[in-house]
């Protein structure tokens, strides 16, 4: 753990931005947390990144509206931690938390520091967070611990023969709520007897999201103005590919299924057109310029047709533009999940890399689901390959040949996807049950 701190603070020194990030936001948090008496007595989440805080997101939202009729001595502040840069970058202006801080570097001295100051009434780790010196310095000062969304694999190290003292850890925790029963039973056969099944409550926040999303298009002007360039793009064409989260890797398969003759006749029949809209999942200048010149120019930026160039531009002509455009390129962040509806088929990217990224909220939206080879720690994706809702590919005649049927197969294939999103659903309450009960 100590080297892996210094490799960081070496990062850092060299100039890597995240190392940077991250190194400087956690040296903050303790001085941060000393102006900060008011909240003692908190109750703590601690997320990697914003999808470990998107698992926790509905227990936290659930706990705030139970607050809202709560005697004023029965209320606790709300403190999220974040470990990854990207994570505390995205949600530090979350209004429903009291306080959103980095992790300090989880040693003995930080952890006690931390819990001392921050005095919590509970500490709630979501999904891979078990830092040891947290864990031990919550069980010393007897503050009840609790993992949510949790999940485990026989290859994971606490059940590896040099390993196997991080079990402590586990057996720390004052309850496991896990997400299926291989976690639960594989924990049980390594004497760890706390743990309860409960689900994944992302699948509860993703219909949140659909619900949300739907009801601010239907209501908001502004949200109606923010999709008009999506809205106006997709007009006319039955082929549309939502690509959500991608890397190069994900975006070069993409570019060669386009660049057949699919695009050929739009200005005959626009109806039989296939076209992408492309979320990245960086857009700094480096990927985007990957992008530029890998479709040269048969895509629109975004931000070129957004509502702050509509004043220089005439409707018409961006309309004009956007409809003999094969791709749009979302260049801003915050979007992807109101894209959804716009689209009949949704890629997801990140299968070519370390792993794929969230597949439920486009499953959420009954949406056929393809994605790369690396799968294997997503049990959502194998649920929705079980379901016959996803296909996973390795290479371009794969993804040819699973973009083809689900194009053709949308609406069946979509309607398994929906159906296995609410086959999942639940998590939220039951954790909140047992926690807060």
Same mark, same amino acid.
């Given at each position: 753990?100590?080297?892996?701190?210094?490799?960081?603070?070496?990062?850092?020194?060299?100039?890597?931005?995240?190392?940077?990030?991250?190194?400087?936001?956690?040296?903050?948090?303790?001085?941060?947390?000393?102006?900060?008496?008011?909240?003692?007595?908190?109750?703590?989440?601690?997320?990697?990144?914003?999808?470990?805080?998107?698992?926790?997101?509905?227990?936290?939202?659930?706990?705030?509206?139970?607050?809202?009729?709560?005697?004023?001595?029965?209320?606790?502040?709300?403190?999220?931690?974040?470990?990854?840069?990207?994570?505390?970058?995205?949600?530090?202006?979350?209004?429903?938390?009291?306080?959103?801080?980095?992790?300090?570097?989880?040693?003995?001295?930080?952890?006690?520091?931390?819990?001392?100051?921050?005095?919590?009434?509970?500490?709630?780790?979501?999904?891979?967070?078990?830092?040891?010196?947290?864990?031990?310095?919550?069980?010393?000062?007897?503050?009840?611990?609790?993992?949510?969304?949790?999940?485990?694999?026989?290859?994971?190290?606490?059940?590896?023969?040099?390993?196997?003292?991080?079990?402590?850890?586990?057996?720390?925790?004052?309850?496991?709520?896990?997400?299926?029963?291989?976690?639960?039973?594989?924990?049980?056969?390594?004497?760890?007897?706390?743990?309860?099944?409960?689900?994944?409550?992302?699948?509860?926040?993703?219909?949140?999201?659909?619900?949300?999303?739907?009801?601010?298009?239907?209501?908001?002007?502004?949200?109606?103005?923010?999709?008009?360039?999506?809205?106006?793009?997709?007009?006319?064409?039955?082929?549309?590919?939502?690509?959500?989260?991608?890397?190069?890797?994900?975006?070069?398969?993409?570019?060669?299924?386009? =660049?057949?003759?699919?695009?050929?006749? !739009? @200005? $005959? /029949? *626009? %109806?039989?057109?296939?076209?992408?809209? +492309?979320?990245?999942?960086?857009?700094?200048?480096?990927?985007?310029?990957?992008?530029?010149?890998?479709?040269?120019?048969?895509?629109?930026?975004? =931000?070129?047709?957004?509502?702050?160039? !509509? @004043? $220089? /531009? *005439? %409707?018409?002509?961006?309309?004009?533009? +956007?409809?003999?455009?094969?791709?749009?390129?979302?260049?801003?962040?915050?979007?992807?999940?109101?894209?959804?509806?716009?689209?009949?088929?949704?890629?997801?990217?990140?299968?070519?890399?370390?792993?794929?990224?969230?597949?439920?909220?486009?499953?959420?939206?009954?949406?056929?689901?393809?994605?790369?080879?690396?799968?294997?720690?997503?049990?959502?994706?194998?649920?929705?390959?079980?379901?016959?809702?996803?296909?996973?590919?390795?290479?371009?005649?794969?993804?040819?040949?699973?973009?083809?049927?689900?194009?053709?197969?949308?609406?069946?294939?979509?309607?398994?996807?929906?159906?296995?999103?609410?086959?999942?659903?639940?998590?939220?309450?039951?954790?909140?049950?047992?926690?807060?009960?």
């Amino acid at each position: 753990m100590l080297i892996y701190f210094l490799i960081l603070r070496l990062a850092a020194l060299f100039g890597h931005r995240k190392a940077r990030q991250l190194v400087s936001g956690q040296a903050a948090t303790l001085r941060l947390l000393a102006e900060r008496k008011d909240l003692k007595g908190a109750i703590w989440f601690h997320a990697a990144s914003v999808g470990e805080f998107e698992q926790a997101r509905p227990i936290i939202e659930k706990l705030v509206e139970r607050q809202k009729t709560a005697a004023l001595k029965e209320k606790r502040p709300i403190v999220v931690t974040f470990f990854s840069p990207s994570g505390y970058e995205a949600r530090k202006k979350y209004e429903q938390a009291d306080g959103i801080y980095y992790l300090p570097f989880a040693t003995r001295r930080n952890a006690k520091q931390f819990i001392e100051m921050l005095q919590p009434e509970m500490a709630i780790f979501v999904k891979y967070e078990f830092w040891p010196a947290y864990i031990r310095a919550l069980k010393q000062y007897n503050i009840p611990t609790y993992s949510i969304c949790s999940i485990f694999r026989p290859k994971q190290y606490f059940f590896r023969w040099w390993g196997k003292g991080q079990l402590k850890v586990l057996r720390a925790f004052t309850h496991l709520y896990v997400q299926d029963e291989e976690s639960r039973q594989l924990l049980a056969a390594h004497d760890v007897p706390n743990a309860t099944v409960c689900g994944d409550t992302r699948f509860d926040r993703m219909m949140a999201v659909r619900a949300q999303t739907a009801s601010l298009t239907e209501h908001s002007a502004q949200s109606t103005d923010r999709l008009k360039p999506i809205r106006q793009f997709v007009e006319g064409c039955e082929q549309v590919i939502v690509a959500g989260s991608t890397w190069p890797k994900d975006e070069e398969l993409l570019e060669q299924y386009l =660049s057949t003759d699919r695009c050929a006749d !739009r @200005a $005959q /029949n *626009t %109806d039989q057109v296939t076209k992408l809209v +492309l979320v990245p999942h960086e857009i700094d200048e480096e990927h985007l310029h990957f992008i530029f010149n890998l479709f040269k120019g048969r895509f629109v930026r975004y =931000s070129d047709v957004s509502t702050e160039h !509509r @004043a $220089q /531009n *005439t %409707d018409i002509s961006i309309q004009n533009i +956007l409809r003999h455009a094969d791709v749009l390129l979302i260049d801003t962040m915050g979007l992807l999940s109101s894209i959804y509806p716009f689209g009949q088929v949704a890629y997801i990217g990140g299968g070519f890399g370390v792993g794929i990224h969230n597949t439920i909220e486009a499953a959420a939206y009954g949406m056929p689901v393809i994605f790369g080879p690396n799968y294997d720690h997503f049990r959502e994706a194998k649920g929705l390959i079980d379901a016959g809702a996803a296909r996973s590919i390795k290479n371009y005649s794969e993804l040819e040949a699973a973009l083809d049927t689900a194009l053709e197969n949308h609406e069946l294939i979509g309607q398994k996807a929906a159906e296995y999103v609410q086959s999942e659903l639940g998590a939220t309450d039951k954790i909140f049950g047992k926690i807060f009960s």
